[in-house]
């Protein structure tokens, strides 16, 4: 476990403070979050460090609310003109994100960007965005997988043990398991769950699209994720989400002049090495991967 509170609750105290009016106490926020009022304590001293605008108001008797500083829960920030048109030409890029927290915060971002503007400008903008486009052909849809990834979230940052059920692609029924989460990838368009199942004593990933439900262990039983663990490092072996458990391997794929134009265009995994094939009509590319069992 980190020596800082766990991200997702802190960001879920930031959330119920920005919501909120009105200055609140620690014993209603920790009743509300279901923690000890010390971890709230220790959550809020930790996000004012930060630099977030939370105070603290000692009322009557000595009583202590705690509120943000600024109705919108972050101060006034100062954007050039290129860097608001930077924000709403991007806004295309968030989509795959839509359905989750973030997804919700950047659209109402936008909103409030085209209530800035004004109809002329944002008419501009619009004009100025046509001429990007990120196509949204096989992303997945989460506005139904809120709850599910707030809580694959917290089980992450927390780190704590969860039961996920879900159906695989070729399985016909569903299947629960436990499982240690460790962290979500995201890979063309789809989020998937990286975590250790105890019950086959490996790394497995999961797509969200087909997990149903999420539940914590009841009692909060503490994961023991190696610490020198890292997502991309996990996937460095990896062909995509795809990833073998076997001994490395040397393969080497030979292309035809038309196809190694293609090839060399993109980077298709951290080892290639692009073997030219002078005088001849095929391109070698070389490169190491883990062999799927």
Known sequence: MADTAPLARQWRLLQILSARRQATTVR???AEMNVIDKTIRRDLQFLASLGFPIVEI??????KTWRLDFPSGVPPLSFTLT??????????????LA?????????????????????????YLAKLAAIFHATSFGASDYS?????IDQLMIACEDSKVAFVTSQSQRATESVTVEVYPYGIVHHKGALYLVAF?????????YKVNRISTVGIHAQQIPIQRPADFDLKRHLTDSFGIMRGDGVTQRVRIRFTREVARIVREKTWHPSPKLIESCGSSTAGLCFRSKTED
């Open 197 to 205: 199942v105890r019950e086959h004593n490996e790394l497995r990933h």
């Open 58 to 63: 000692v009322g009557e008797y000595g009583r």
């Open 28 to 30: 209603e926020l920790a």
């Open 83 to 96: 860097e608001v048109a930077a924000l709403h030409v991007g806004r295309e890029l968030m989509l795959p």
């Open 144 to 148: 139904n997988h809120t709850a599910i």
């Open 99 to 123: 359905g989750t927290d973030f997804g919700s915060g950047a659209h109402s971002t936008f909103r409030k960007i085209r209530s800035a503007l004004g109809d002329a400008a944002v008419k």
